[in-house]
């Protein structure tokens, strides 16, 4: 059970897999957990069909015994981070190529009310103020993270109706639900460019020149400035020890000139129940719970 802070705000994060939220606004949770929110995210799988990506760690031992690392990974970087976690219980459904199909039983395979139902019920218990998940593209074309968008943004309808799941709690409005903006190819150019011109080396070039013809990105509708937080979004990603190699790829990137250029984690507000700067053209805001305090106050 959830203690329930009727007078506090709560916000709510959605991923696919352990390791996700560090690597995704982390330094946002890590802000507004240290103002005192309520910070929870639901980890749809356990990562189970993950690889290693971190060669040091890249062995028959650690690869046999996965799932708990994986877990205790999680647990680490959650207690960095000031937030709690829970699992939703799903099992990761891999990356099958073009022509295999999903793996028997797995969360991307599953019918969209039931892979629902865990996250209904969740947001009914802890009654969040704000959801954050991802686009409908998932991010990137995994599997579970397009799945991981659908229950979301069903949960999210789902919770406020209490026709549907009547057995899963009382039912619960969340204010706003918002989609990452996390490493888009203007955070990466933006980079590459600062370090260019300041003749650091970027490995980021080959990645720009090979990023595919996409639909254009969604709006910026809210910048949380965060880069305080930096190190503590690191510290975070870097306890997922299996998933990230120290000074490669995402860790390569000086932090000084990140801060200087790119120093916001940035969201989309794809549904609002309240009023706010997000909701005119042009503006941007600067609170996750813009609108969402005013009503709480009134």
């Given at each position: ?124 218990e802890f009654r969040p103020h704000v959801v954050i998940t991802y686009d409908e593209t998932g991010g990137y074309p995994h599997p579970d ?13 789902a919770a406020a109706d209490p026709e549907r799941h009547p057995g899963a709690g009382q039912p619960w409005q969340a204010t706003k639900l ?26 980021m070039g080959e990645l720009l020149a090979g990023w595919p013809d996409t639909s254009p990105a969604l709006a910026t509708t809210t910048r ?75």
């Open positions: 059970m959830f203690t329930k802070h009727p007078d506090g705000l709560r916000l709510l994060t959605v991923h696919a897999h352990p390791d996700d939220e560090s690597s995704k606004g982390a330094a946002t949770l890590a802000r507004y957990a240290a103002e005192g929110v309520d910070v929870l995210v639901a980890t749809c799988t356990g990562g189970e069909r993950g690889s290693v990506l971190n060669p040091a760690l890249d062995r028959p031992e650690v690869r046999a015994d996965l799932t708990r690392i994986r877990r205790e990974e999680m647990a680490a970087a959650g207690e960095i981070l000031g937030v709690r976690q829970k699992f939703l219980g799903f099992v990761d459904s891999g990356m099958p190529g073009p022509d295999e199909p999903l793996p028997e039983g797995c969360f991307a395979a599953q019918p969209l009310d039931v892979a629902s139902a865990p996250l209904v019920a969740l947001i009914r993270h397009v799945m991981t968008h659908k229950i979301a943004v069903e949960a999210f309808e918002y989609y990452h903006l996390a490493l888009s190819r203007a955070w990466f150019q933006t980079l590459h460019d600062a370090m260019t011109e300041r003749g650091v080396p970027s490995d949380i400035t965060c880069a305080e937080q930096f190190p503590v979004r690191d510290a975070a990603m870097l306890a997922h020890a299996t998933q990230v190699q120290p000074g490669v790829a995402f860790m390569a990137h000086p932090r000084d000139i990140e801060r200087e250029v790119w120093p916001t984690e940035d969201y989309h507000l794809a549904r609002s129940f309240v009023s706010g700067p997000g909701a005119s053209v042009g503006a941007v805001e600067i609170d996750l719970f813009e609108g969402v305090r005013v009503a709480q106050e009134a």
